[in-house]
């Protein structure tokens, strides 16, 4: 099973964009997600998670004051709104799931499908 990732792209400084993760012909509307980056040569990083219900989210502080997730779950699709962009951010970003919990995780090894990621690339 595959998530489908989109919305990368190319920016400026101080820009926004929004990312979108799909999951074609399934349903994760029972599923914590979460988005990760990779940034070249470094390792995979938490970036925010959203429960099942999207009534809990949770934030790295490097992007907590700047970015918001959200989910359509009619929609099978979750969201990460970025604003304010900043060079550091310039990643992969993966969108994951995984079966709900209590406790929302930023570990890359508590979540079980991972999509494919997109390039977001922020010009100084």
């Known amino acids: 099973v595959q998530l489908q990732a989109s919305g990368g792209g190319l920016v400026q400084a101080g820009g926004s964009l929004r990312l979108s993760c799909a999951a074609p012909?399934?349903?994760?509307?029972?599923?914590?997600m979460a988005w990760f980056r990779q940034a070249p040569g470094k390792e995979r990083e938490f970036v925010a998670a959203?429960?099942?219900?999207?009534?809990?989210?949770y934030f790295t502080d490097s992007v907590k004051d700047r970015f918001s997730i959200s989910r359509d779950n009619a929609k099978n699709t979750v969201y990460l709104q970025m604003f304010s962009l900043e060079p550091q951010d310039t990643a992969v970003y993966y969108c994951?799931?995984?079966?709900?919990?209590?406790?929302?995780?930023?570990?890359?090894?508590?979540?079980?499908?991972w999509g494919l990621g997109t390039q977001v690339t922020v010009s100084s």
């Open positions: 994951a799931a995984r079966t709900s919990r209590i406790v929302l995780s930023s570990k890359v090894n508590d979540y079980d499908y």
């Open positions: 012909g399934r349903t994760f509307s029972n599923h914590d």
């Open positions: 959203i429960s099942w219900t999207g009534s809990r989210t």
